[in-house]
T-cell receptor
Framework: SAVISQKPSRDICQRGTSLTIQCQVD?????MFWYRQQPGQSLTLIAT?????????ESGFVIDKFPISRPNLTFSTLTVSNMSPEDSSIYLC??????????FGQGTRLTVV | SQQGEEDPQALSIQEGENATMNCSYK?????LQWYRQNSGRGLVHLIL?????REKHSGRLRVTLDTSKKSSSLLITASRAADTASYFC??????????FGTGTKLQVIP
């Protein structure tokens, strides 16, 4: 198993600003995953972050809006840029275990006003 | 696009009753997993069933998998108020990609 520390746990931000979410894992992992969960919805994968290379973004998500850093094998950040109320969601980081079971941080509940 | 479609979307039962949730998916999978999410927090992995398995148990949880019908079910027996949460199925399609279903919101009434 993996223990993931994600912060902040919640934030209220003004539109047009940016928020950086941090994710720290207690072990080294090759890939880290960032998800968005809009109110009442399921999880949608934003991107996969590999150490030493650019993140791979899913359809509908772009680097300019969601820049990701992965400076080492235990840490990653996701920035939500130029926020609008539509970005209000829960953002989750995740890693996979040996059987591809996913371990999650506690999530960041973002409200954009 | 979502891999798993779950039904029902919402389920309300009395404490002590059994809860059954169903998940259907579209493509071949390596395994199927179920997760619980409390109050919009991080998801917690409950159980994994491989594509060559048909049934698996873990405590009060029973999962079935029918690959011919591309469907799975999660049964929670003798439900408790603490089981109130959203439940998601997720499929491992290979290439380290796990895709989550639409979820079932379960309410257990004390």
């Amino acid at each position: 198993s993996a223990v993931i520390s994600q912060k902040p746990s919640r934030d209220i931000c003004q539109r047009g600003t940016s928020l950086t979410i941090q994710c720290q894992v207690d072990s080294q992992v090759t890939m880290m995953f960032w998800y968005r969960q809009q109110p009442g919805q399921s999880l949608t994968l934003i991107a996969t972050a590999n150490q030493g290379s650019e993140a791979t973004y899913e359809s509908g998500f772009v680097i300019d809006k969601f820049p990701i850093s992965r400076p080492n094998l235990t840490f990653s950040t996701l920035t939500v840029s130029n926020m609008s109320p539509e970005d209000s969601s829960i953002y989750l980081c995740s890693v996979l275990g040996g059987n591809t079971e996913a371990f999650f941080g506690q999530g960041t509940r973002l409200t954009v006003v | 696009s979502q891999q798993g479609e779950e039904d029902p979307q919402a389920l309300s039962i009395q404490e002590g009753e059994n809860a059954t949730m169903n998940c259907s998916y579209k493509t071949s999978i390596n395994n199927l997993q179920w997760y619980r999410q409390n109050s919009g927090r991080g998801l917690v992995h409950l159980i994994l069933i491989r594509s060559n398995e048909r049934e698996k148990h873990s405590g009060r949880l029973r999962v079935t998998l029918d690959t011919s019908k591309k469907s799975s079910s999660l049964l929670i027996t003798a439900s408790r108020a603490a089981d109130t949460a959203s439940y998601f199925c997720a499929t491992d399609e290979g290439y380290q990609k796990v895709t989550f279903g639409t979820g079932t919101k379960l309410q257990v009434i004390p």
